[in-house]
């Protein structure tokens, strides 16, 4: 692990210089990755203003539950293709991919699983009364 | 650009005659500081799920974000769909001017990185503009009815509206008669009150900490991005013979992008 200003010969290979012909595939890449973001981003807008959270008799709207988790699903496609395409770590090697990736979604996922379920506890203990503002 | 079919073998890669993971030092450890700042980000997005999870309501996305510049109310959604747009497209500029690197192609980085660091500081701007927006509330505030909190809004026909909370509203006469009977205004946003959700007052300091902790994650971006661009501009990659230094910032910069679309689905989506 040299000092990268002073690497002389940068041959790792997803560092590595490459040529014209290479750089035409790559930017093809790229400009798709850039059409799809778009595309999901606009998707999204247009659920979040069109589909209603609430009916308006005020109850929850039965499609509210679907959306929320197809927001989440768009984001982590958004997220994936950020970091794999954009970031290159797709183009890591596998062992330096899960060093980075497994011990966040690990941490994460745990993090969140604590946090819901002390939430919810709490939601029904005030049941309605603000827990903040009592 | 084929990391995983190069074939070497274990005692190569783990001889300590170079990175096993054929990583440079410098990237490498731009990647464990994104791991880390990450974690920074998870814990404030999973709090913020935690308080609005227990809340008993939430305000709407759509209701409090409906603002454009110049253009008033009634845009839900329209202008950070625009500043999301913008962050991407100068992600997408900036692996651009990575992928220009790696042909040593110095005017092609240099067309790139600038317009990299004009599409942040068009971002920065408007998130300026949409905190000064949530601090004065160019809504007509909030008022106490004896129904509760509600917040003020008028129709196109310029017919007032009151906002219950889930979707609610009241108009007509009963919203006159609500309106002239409050007890209490409510203006804007601060880190006390907040028109937006009364009731829920950490609504604002949530939204003040995250997407300030974001905004400044995308100012010190655009600062290493224009320090790096005067760097290509003077030609000290040329001469190292590699950019990995544009490579370098540009996770920095996709990584700021990346927590804006969390930030976007968690705090204007759901």
């Given at each position: 692990m040299e000092r990268d200003d002073l690497i002389?010969?940068?041959?790792?290979s997803v560092s590595a210089n490459h040529d014209e012909a290479h750089g035409v595939l790559i930017r093809k890449k790229i400009w798709k990755v850039t059409g799809i973001l778009t595309l999901i981003t606009v998707i999204e807008v247009l659920i979040g203003a069109f589909?209603?959270?609430?009916d308006a008799a005020g109850?929850?709207?039965?499609l509210w539950p679907y959306v929320k988790v197809g927001f989440l699903v768009l984001t982590i496609v958004k997220a994936a293709y950020i970091v794999l395409i954009f970031m290159h770590l797709g183009d890591e090697r596998k062992s330096f991919k899960w060093v980075i990736l497994a011990p966040y979604i690990l941490f994460i996922a745990y993090l969140i699983f604590i946090c819901l379920a002390e939430s919810t506890y709490w939601h029904e203990v005030f049941q309605g009364e603000n827990s903040i503002n009592p | 650009m084929a990391g995983q079919s190069e074939n070497i073998s274990r005692s190569e890669l783990w001889?300590?005659?170079?990175?096993p993971f054929r990583i440079s030092y410098g990237k490498q450890w731009m990647w464990m500081f994104l791991v880390s700042d990450a974690l920074t980000f998870g814990g404030l997005l999973t709090a913020y799920g935690f308080a609005r999870h227990q809340a008993p309501s939430w305000p709407i996305g759509e209701e409090t974000f409906n603002a454009m510049p110049f253009l008033?109310?009634?845009?839900?959604?329209l202008y950070v769909a625009l500043m999301t747009f913008i962050l991407i497209v100068s992600s997408v500029t900036m692996v651009l001017a990575v992928e220009a690197g790696h042909r040593l192609d110095k005017k092609g980085v240099v067309k790139w990185l600038l317009l990299t660091v004009v599409g942040g500081l068009f971002f920065v701007g408007s998130q300026g503009w949409e905190w000064y927006h949530f601090i004065h509330g160019t809504h007509y505030g909030s008022i106490l009815t004896s129904e509760g909190w509600a917040v003020v809004d008028y129709n196109t026909a310029n017919e007032l509206i009151l906002r219950m909370g889930r979707g609610l509203t009241v108009t007509g006469l009963e919203a006159k008669a609500l309106f002239d009977g409050a007890t209490a205004t409510m203006q804007g946003a601060n880190l006390i009150e907040n028109e937006y959700a009364p009731l829920v007052p950490q609504y604002a300091n949530f939204f003040f900490f995250i997407t300030g902790f974001h905004g400044f994650h995308v100012f010190s971006g655009v600062v290493f991005n224009f320090i790096i661009l005067v760097n290509v501009i003077r030609g000290v990659y040329d001469k190292r013979g590699h950019y990995e230094m544009v490579e370098k910032v540009g996770l920095y910069w996709h990584f700021v992008d990346l927590v804006w679309v969390f930030v976007f689905t968690f705090f204007y989506l759901l």
């Open positions: 002389q010969d940068n041959n790792y589909i209603k959270q609430y109850d929850d709207n039965f | 001889g300590g005659n170079g990175s008033g109310n009634g845009y839900p959604l």
